[in-house]
């Protein structure tokens, strides 16, 4: 399942259960430009989309055109599926949506193949490098020995193994007690 921060999936769920599943109104806590910055990197993602607000059925209005209309958000599929809703059949149209029929690819037409997802690696000489160096050397590394090494404190060690490491770049962190070294943590060659 996606990563999503506690308000972009409460937009999102609030959208779910919200006819065609409009997005506004936007939680009270969420105002200017946090705002606007959440929305944003929400489009991006393309867990919303903007749509022409039908005013006049009351639809609330995210942003002028400037030509007099206004747009409104709608959660989209995959921003459903963020938060784990799978639709079985289409989204009910978007407001301002038209019966317009759609364009299909022919059925021998190839498909696109999906994109590998984005391998993260660190640049050279950085101190999370020497931090993966350390632990990819024979035996490994002791928190002490990182602490001494890259100056840092033993929490931000810990927090480094657990979250750069593991979490964002997807290495597997082993640990052993050596006799007279103490714990000292590994990087698995997969």
């Known amino acids: 399942m996606t990563k999503l921060s506690d308000t972009q999936a409460l937009i999102l769920s609030a959208a779910a259960q ?14 200017g430009g946090a705002a606007a910055k959440v929305i944003g990197a929400m489009l991006a993602k393309g867990f919303l989309e903007e749509v022409d607000a039908d005013i006049r059925n009351g639809e609330p209005v995210w942003r002028e055109t400037g030509d007099g209309h206004g747009v409104t958000l709608v959660a989209t599929d995959a921003g459903l599926a963020a ?31 999906e994109a590998a997802p984005k391998t993260r690696k660190p640049r050279e000489g950085t101190k ?12 490994g590394a002791t928190i002490d020995e990182i602490v001494s090494a890259l100056d840092w ?19 597997t962190i082993t640990s052993d007690k050596i006799e007279g070294r103490g714990r000292a943590y590994m990087i698995a060659e997969d």
């Open 128 to 139: 999370q490098a020497k931090l993966i160096e350390m632990l990819r050397a024979e035996g």
């Open 153 to 171: 404190r033993p929490h931000t060690v810990r927090g480094a193994l657990a979250g750069a490491l593991k979490k964002k770049l997807g290495l």
């Open 83 to 113: 938060i784990g809703i799978e639709l079985k059949d289409a989204n009910p149209a978007p407001a301002g949506a038209t019966d317009a029929p759609t364009e299909e690819p022919a059925p021998d037409t190839p498909k696109e193949p």
């Open 18 to 31: 919200r006819p065609e599943h409009i997005a506004l109104p936007l939680p009270e806590s969420l105002r």
